[in-house]
């Protein structure tokens, strides 16, 4: 059965703090992987990764896929407080038009 | 230009009621989507839709059904609504066609109390 996970589930850090968020997955036919950030309301676009090893970076946040290992990471540096929300990682498998979501990580960033 | 819009924002119903929620895209997306999201459960998939006509089973679809008569429109109905179905409920569309990149965009989300 395909499954991502996520780790940790939550985190607490002060503002400045890199944080580094997990997402591991087990997917028949990888086909993508995307990073969301959700605050109150909809999950927003972060990155979309195809290919190993490839860092996707805009601004403070980047992400890097390891197809090898079947995982893939989220920076964030410099964290601020309106970077606290919940992350969540979702993959598609090949040809299933779908994408199955990890249960998300929640970022809290005192000030 | 609106993107996703959900209907309605917040419902409360009784058990064994039904209920409709519309979610309807203006980007002219071919897929559209049906999650509910619970407390440490990340998004579930309900249903799905890869075009007009169409409709295909997720993750958790059972007590829910579905329809895209048309295009841009993708109803989720709850013939008898149980308090298992209290959920935050979010749409989503995608079209890979082009870049080939399949990226959800979300509506705000429908917040159902079911009593």
């Known amino acids: 059965e395909d499954k991502v996970v996520q780790s940790p589930l939550s985190l607490v850090v002060h503002e400045g703090d890199t944080v580094t968020l997990n997402c591991s997955y087990e997917v028949t036919n990888f086909r993508s992987l995307l990073w969301y950030k959700q605050e109150k309301k909809a999950p927003t676009f972060l990155f979309m990764l195809t290919s190993s090893g490839i860092e996707k970076k805009s601004g403070r946040l980047s992400s890097i896929l390891d197809k090898k290992e079947l995982f893939s990471i989220l920076n964030i540096t410099a964290t601020q407080t309106g970077d606290s929300a919940i992350y969540l990682c979702?993959?598609?498998?090949?040809?299933?038009?779908?994408?199955?979501f990890g249960t998300g990580t929640r970022l809290k960033v005192l000030a | 230009n609106a993107g996703v819009t959900q209907t309605p924002k917040f419902r409360v119903l009784k058990t064994g009621q039904s209920m409709t929620l519309l979610c309807a895209q203006d980007m002219n997306h071919e897929y559209m989507y049906w999650y509910r999201q619970d407390p440490g459960m990340g998004l579930r998939l309900i249903h799905y839709s890869v075009g007009e006509g169409t409709t295909a089973k997720g993750e958790v679809p059972d007590g829910y059904n579905v329809s895209r008569l048309k295009k841009q429109n993708f109803l989720l109905g709850l013939e008898s609504a149980a308090p298992s179905q209290t959920s935050v409920y979010f749409c989503?569309?995608?079209?890979?066609?082009?870049?080939?990149?399949?990226?959800?965009?979300f509506g705000a989300g429908s917040r159902l109390t079911v009593l």
């Open positions: 979702a993959v598609e498998a090949s040809g299933t038009y779908k994408y199955i």
């Open positions: 989503a569309s995608s079209d890979p066609r082009g870049s080939g990149a399949n990226v959800l965009t």
